[in-house]
Nanobody, 115 residues
Framework: QVQLVESGGGLVQAGGSLRLSCVASGIIFIIDRMGWYRQAPGKQRELVATITMGGRTNYADSVKGRFTISRDSAKNTVDLQMNSLKPEDTAVYYC?????????WGQGTQVTVSS
């Protein structure tokens, strides 16, 4: 099993920044990717950004140029730096880790962007 704990959510005005962090523990050697997903009220959970253990990144078009995902393999953490936040970024953000079809999820952290 892999346990994921997120931190860093909160309330911010449009145009502001937030940094989310996720710490992984447990059988972490089984995972080959980590990332962030989000779910807004009434919408499906969607990919925000992912990063492989080799450092390859992938971003949703809606966040490209504004969000940056990074990882620290020594600390087993993955961070999401979010800049130029928009009200439509408001959602619960979930940390994800996995390998193949196996996925592990954190409990989620609320991000609210006011206009």
């Amino acid at each position: 099993q892999v346990q994921l704990v997120e931190s860093g959510g909160g309330l911010v005005q449009a145009g502001g920044s937030l940094r989310l962090s996720c710490v992984a523990s447990g059988i972490i050697f089984i995972i080959d990717r980590m990332g962030w997903y989000r779910q807004a009220p009434g919408k499906q959970r969607e990919l925000v950004a992912t990063i492989t253990m080799g450092g390859r990144t992938n971003y949703a078009d809606s966040v490209k140029g504004r969000f940056t995902i990074s990882r620290d393999s020594a600390k087993n953490t993955v961070d999401l730096q979010m800049n130029s936040l928009k009200p439509e970024d408001t959602a619960v953000y979930y940390c994800n880790a996995g390998r193949g079809d196996y996925n592990y999820w954190g409990q989620g952290t609320q991000v609210t962007v006011s206009s």
